[in-house]
């Protein structure tokens, strides 16, 4: 529980759990033989690594406590990079992704709104906002769990949380967009 992965170009992925207060970010690569070698990369002290993405060699995370709209890049000998990224609303983080050029897609807590923050460049950008449209008349209050993004097509697909618990589901959205429609529900897994 409380752990995200994040795939790498080579045959290895990052692996993070929350310890103590601090954040433990492991690589795991699959050796010869096709065994696992894990090896903890660092402990990032008092950052919860809900909001996040990989590009480019570096994990990109929102912060959290309470509330924030500070992007901290966190580097393999455990020191980070942080900006405030102007236009951005301070809010508590729920859900990122990014893709392959670059683009974080992130939602907030009880958020309907996806933001895009560019990562290239000499330091981040906001980009805009798109209203996610499309979702079942009965779940309008809520927010979006995971965000997974699809390389070849950049549409994005979220779990829809209702708070009611009346709704909800597995939503494909639209990166240009935001126009979405629900593929799945709850009761068929």
Do not use: C
Request: hydrophobic share 35%.
């Amino acid at each position: 529980e409380g752990t995200r992965s994040f795939p790498e170009e080579t045959v290895s992925f990052y692996l993070t759990r929350q310890e103590n207060g601090n954040t433990i970010v492991s690589k795991l690569s699959f050796a010869d033989g096709g065994n696992i070698v894990p090896v903890d990369i660092q402990a990032y002290k008092g950052l919860n690594l809900n909001a996040a993405g990989y590009y480019k060699g570096y994990i990109w995370m929102m912060g959290q406590k309470p509330v924030s709209k500070k992007l901290y890049k966190l580097m393999a000998d455990g020191s980070t990079e942080n900006w405030d990224i102007d236009g951005l609303p301070a809010s508590a983080w729920k859900t990122a992704v990014v893709d392959g050029q670059g683009m974080m897609y992130l939602v907030h807590e009880n958020s309907q709104v996806i933001y895009k923050i560019n990562l290239e460049g000499v330091t981040p950008q906001l980009m805009g906002k798109m209203a996610i449209n499309g979702l079942e008349a009965n779940s309008k209050s809520g927010s979006f769990g995971d965000l997974l993004i699809d390389p070849k097509t950049d549409n994005l697909y979220g779990w829809f949380n209702d708070q009611a618990g009346v709704g909800g589901g597995l939503y494909k959205i639209s990166a240009q967009t935001g126009k979405s429609r629900m593929i799945g529900l709850p009761s068929k897994r």
